[in-house]
Nanobody, 128 residues
Framework: QEQLVESGGGLVQAGGSLRLSCTASGRTFSNYAMGWFRQTPGKEREFVAAISKSGGSTKYANSVKGRITISRDKDKNTMFLQINSLKPEDTAVYYC?????????????????????WGQGIQVTVSS
């Protein structure tokens, strides 16, 4: 069964850094674009970053650009999200996702509808 599992979350002080990982199992996601979203209670899941199948192209939400780097290791079927200069407003449940049919250049890559597979989510809490 295909599965995406996030790890690396937790409690971090403002100004600190964190690296989230998303490990895929059950199938190879090397031919999938992948992305990160985050969600806080009462709000819709919002796009954070996406990376192309090859890993050569990336896209970021304006709210995190400059502080976040998305990357992937196709050999290890793993994707990463490095978050620097963490702010309390970064507190959220972070989800990784894989998209079989939507490429990095399409606007749908920034929407939840563009993805076929989702992880269960991992909590990131930033204390002030």
């Amino acid at each position: 069964q295909e599965q995406l599992v996030e790890s690396g979350g937790g409690l971090v002080q403002a100004g600190g850094s964190l690296r989230l990982s998303c490990t895929a199992s059950g199938r190879t996601f090397s031919n999938y674009a992948m992305g990160w979203f985050r969600q806080t209670p009462g709000k819709e899941r919002e796009f954070v970053a996406a990376i192309s199948k090859s890993g050569g192209s990336t896209k970021y939400a304006n709210s995190v650009k400059g502080r976040i780097t998305i990357s992937r290791d196709k050999d290890k079927n793993t994707m990463f999200l490095q978050i620097n200069s963490l702010k309390p407003e970064d507190t959220a449940v972070y989800y990784c996702a894989a998209s079989r049919f939507v490429g990095i250049t399409l606007p749908e890559i920034t929407t939840t509808n563009g993805y076929n597979y989702w992880g269960q989510g991992i909590q990131v809490t930033v204390s002030s």
